[in-house]
């Protein structure tokens, strides 16, 4: 055992203890990152803002995801082995925005270190910098930045877009497709979005967890459809008989706005559609998942897009209309 001169905390250095914690096992990526561990034989402790998902069925530990009480997330990681991290938040809302979300994840690799955690395995996005005018992406860009100073092994795994599951982004399109008579895409809709299955994503990740050199990858599928294709597979796949109509891209974050307005969330922020139409959605490099955003389309078709996923509910528990 050593004792951490900055909380007085005593921590120790574990080997394998079969326990790994992963931060939001009740929501998307962080679900198909317990599920893929439980599967594997592994224990799950999960750090939530929202215990209350846990089933009575679940076999999943769940502890605070409390970033001001910094000996309680040090208490929550003891005898843990690796850290899967999937916190983050996707726009700036109430008093969260990207800098405190840079301070939090800080404050929980802080935790791990102290915690004697072996590993963090972080998800991160393609293309973060610290240059980037945009927050989300220079957020990510200091989180990074913040892991590798940790001192704790890790890996960071950069996803575009998640697909699959419960996923928001397929489904809502669709959604959007199934209910409305045009559907309006920014500009020429020429750049590219490079998807993975959240499941694949969970088995780099665990691929990750067990390796002991730090790393920094793309976790990418096999496919790179430009937007306006990936809107037709989808048109084709639910049989929508939307017209797709091309707008300016700075009109299209009005007609977000408005459309989610009247869904009670938050559809496309402006900084995502910049994001994706500067191609910070697309890499080049090889796949490192392998499930065909294609396949999947043509396979989950009948469910897609049937109800809309509201991403305000999910996060902030705001009924939706
Ligand atoms: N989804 C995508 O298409 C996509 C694409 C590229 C990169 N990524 C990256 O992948 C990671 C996981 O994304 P995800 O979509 O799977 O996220 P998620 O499951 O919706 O959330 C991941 C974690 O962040 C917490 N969180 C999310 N929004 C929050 C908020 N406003 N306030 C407090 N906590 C919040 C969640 O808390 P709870 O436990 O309380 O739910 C959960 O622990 C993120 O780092 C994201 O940047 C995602």
């Known amino acids: 055992m050593t004792k951490d001169s900055a909380t007085g905390l005593q921590s120790a250095r574990v080997t394998d203890t079969g326990l790994d914690a992963v931060t939001g096992a009740f929501s998307y990526s962080g679900r198909a990152i317990a599920t893929a561990l439980t599967d594997a034989g592994r224990h799950v402790r999960t750090l939530t803002g929202h215990p209350n998902r846990a089933t009575s069925a679940s076999r999943i530990e769940v ?7 910094q000996i309680g997330l040090v208490a929550s990681l003891e005898g843990v082995t690796t850290l899967y991290n999937t916190y983050w938040v996707r726009f700036a809302r109430q008093r969260i925005d990207h800098e405190l979300a ?5 404050a929980l690799f802080q935790a791990a270190r102290r915690a004697g955690v072996e590993r963090i395995v972080h998800v991160s996005i393609t293309h973060p910098s610290v240059d980037s005018a945009l927050p989300y992406f220079r957020g990510k860009a200091l989180v990074e930045r913040a892991l590798a100073e940790t001192g704790v092994s890790y890996a960071v795994l950069r996803p575009a877009i998640l697909f699959g599951s419960d996923g928001v982004l397929l489904n809502n399109i669709a959604w959007l497709l199934r209910h409305f008579p045009v559907f309006a895409i920014g500009g020429r809709g020429d750049y590219r979005i490079r998807g993975i299955h959240v499941d694949d994503l969970a088995q780099l990740c665990l691929e990750k967890g067990a390796q002991r050199f730090d790393s920094v990858s793309d ?4 496919e790179r459809p430009t937007f306006v294709e990936l809107v037709n597979s989808i048109k084709d796949a639910v049989e929508s008989r939307s017209l797709l109509v091309h707008v300016p891209g700075a009109v299209l974050p009005i007609l977000s706005r408005a459309v989610g307005a009247a869904l009670g969330d938050v559809l496309l922020t402006r900084d995502e559609y910049r994001a994706m139409a500067d191609g910070l959605a697309d890499t ?3 796949a490192t998942g392998s499930t065909a955003l294609s396949d999947w389309l043509i396979d989950h078709a009948p469910a897609l897009g049937r109800t809309y996923a509201n991403e305000l509910k999910r996060h902030f528990d705001i009924a939706s209309p």
């Open 63 to 69: 502890r605070p995801l409390d970033f001001d009480d």
């Open 102 to 106: 840079v301070e939090n994840s800080r």
């Open 219 to 222: 976790a990418v599928g096999p």
């Open 284 to 286: 080049e490099g090889p």
